[in-house]
């Protein structure tokens, strides 16, 4: 089975992606992730996708499809988080799946206003470490800033800084919004409410995935 969660950058895609793949033992798959882990090694492709990440760009297409490619065919049930991020990617996605004999069940889009986003992703924190993502504001560390899991000192993404962020969503707005309509006219698109706290917001996922249906407010 394949989910994908789409939204704007600081939706809570991880947040709940986190969450839910553990709830359905599903992997999840964030592209985001993927890309600072290549980032971090200073490998080649981590060197090419340094600077358009730095500026809140979205890194090219071709490089993208690749590494969703190899996972895809590696894992049965798959959480897609931060991928697909324009039309042609969703076409990619399309090709992909349809290469594995496979599709898409759920989208879920984590609708969410811009002005959130800023006061969330200004006071987001992340382990380097693990991943484990905090919020100063909402969700902080019992270690004030260390990671309550492995000790590491918390640090901001150099994304997370209010001119990148602003990019960032212009980015959104003009590629990866249009996937709505693209997920909706299939039948498959799930609105859900991302300005609700973390659990209203997964029990509005989870109920989905169990065979209800969410109202989306
Ligand atoms: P990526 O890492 O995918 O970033 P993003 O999509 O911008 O999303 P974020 O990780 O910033 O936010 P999120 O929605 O996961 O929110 P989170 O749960 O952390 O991509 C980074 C870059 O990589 C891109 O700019 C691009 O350059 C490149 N890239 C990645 N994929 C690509 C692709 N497919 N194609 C091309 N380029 C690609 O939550 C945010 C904060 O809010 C946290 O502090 C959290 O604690 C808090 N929070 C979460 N939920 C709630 C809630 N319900 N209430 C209150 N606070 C909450």
New binding site residues.
């Given amino acids: 089975m394949i989910i994908i969660l789409l939204?704007?950058?600081?939706?809570?895609?991880?947040?709940?992606a986190k969450v839910i793949s553990r709830k359905y033992n599903f992997k999840h798959y964030?592209?985001?992730?993927a890309?600072?882990h290549e980032v971090q090694y200073n490998t080649e492709l981590g060197i090419k996708?340094r600077k358009?990440?730095d500026e809140?760009?979205?890194?090219p297409?071709s490089v993208?499809a690749e590494i969703v490619k190899a996972h895809l065919a590696d894992n049965e049930n798959v959480l897609l988080?931060?991928?697909?991020?324009n039309i042609t990617?969703a076409q990619d996605l399309d090709i992909i799946l349809s290469s594995l004999n496979r599709s898409i069940e759920y989208v879920f889009y984590?609708e969410t206003d811009d002005e959130i986003i800023i006061r969330?992703?200004s006071?987001?924190?992340v382990c380097p470490e693990c991943g484990r993502?905090?919020?100063i504001i909402?969700?902080p560390s019992k270690k004030v800033s260390m990671c309550e899991d492995d000790d590491n000192v918390l640090l901001q993404r150099k994304?997370d800084h209010e001119d990148v962020i602003r990019n960032?969503l212009k980015?959104y707005h003009n590629e990866t919004h249009p996937l709505v309509a693209y997920y909706n006219e299939r039948g498959i698109l799930h609105k859900v409410n991302?300005?609700?706290?973390?659990k209203p917001?997964m029990a509005d996922i989870s109920c989905v995935l169990d065979g209800g249906v969410s109202n989306g407010n």
């Fill in positions: 939204g704007p950058p600081g939706a809570g895609k991880g947040t709940q964030s592209t985001g992730d890309l600072r996708a358009y990440m809140g760009a979205l890194v297409d993208i988080d931060g991928y697909p991020r990617q984590l969330r992703l006071s987001r924190r993502i905090y919020n909402s969700m994304d960032r980015v991302g300005e609700k706290d973390i917001l």
